[in-house]
T-cell receptor, first 111, second 117 residues
């Protein structure tokens, strides 16, 4: 089935730094979703992308839907301690309703 | 709108016991999904309902697993004869969908953490 590859697996940054992470697939996706998950909680939707080339912001977060439809990027500007968590990309598998997720990027922010 | 809720939040059971989890979706959402997440992995799809109809089941869902959504509102996921390999976080998500085979934005609950001893 379709797989999503996220990189990097983990990041250790200083508060105030900008962060960039990406997600790639060997298959085309029509929707890209970015979620954040805190320990012991469910994923929380950050940004949804529906169109190739689309650039969408949510506060300090900006995500882009790659032109090839096979990748997406998430940027976080001026990181703060509460940005700590695991960030997942996800997309609908085979054009269906079910989502396939990457393995996540674990972000640590040092104050 | 209180979001997706799941109960219990944590469950510890002995191998061989049956367990049941409940999910209450966002009230106007007609689609409900179950996912399983193990440590270090992203959520993996288990099954999906549109209203009360169970439309798809993953190969991950063995015959010890059964899910229901009897009135198209809340859903239950039952695991019979639990095994240690069933230990995971079980996540429920819901969405509002109109078109067939079109993914909608899914909103997740907090999950039920199952530990099988």
């Amino acid at each position: 089935g379709q797989q999503l590859n996220q990189s990097p697996q983990s990041m250790f940054i200083q508060e105030g730094e900008d962060v960039s992470m990406n997600c790639t697939s060997s298959s085309i996706f029509n929707t890209w979703l970015w979620y954040k998950q805190d320990p012991g909680e469910g994923p929380v939707l950050l940004i949804a992308l529906y169109k190739a080339g689309e650039l969408t912001s949510n506060g300090r977060l900006t995500a882009q839907f790659g032109i090839t439809r096979k990748d997406s990027f998430l940027n976080i500007s001026a990181s703060i301690p509460s940005d700590v968590g695991i960030y997942f990309c996800a997309g609908p598998q085979g054009g269906s309703e079910k989502l396939v997720f990457g393995k996540g990027t674990k972000l640590t922010v040092n104050p | 709108d209180t979001g997706v809720s799941q109960n219990p939040r944590h469950k510890i059971t002995k191998r061989g016991q049956n367990v049941t989890f409940r999910c209450d979706p966002i009230s106007e959402h007609n689609r409900l999904y179950w996912y399983r997440q193990t440590l270090g992995q992203g959520p993996e799809f288990l099954t999906y309902f549109q209203n009360e109809a169970q439309l798809e089941k993953s190969r991950l869902l063995s015959d010890r697993f059964s899910a229901e959504r009897p009135k198209g509102s809340f859903s239950t996921l039952e695991i019979q004869r639990t095994e240690q390999g069933d230990s995971a976080m079980y996540l429920c998500a819901s969405s509002y969908g109109v078109w067939a085979s079109v993914a909608d934005t899914q909103y997740f609950g907090p999950g039920t953490r199952l530990t099988v001893l």
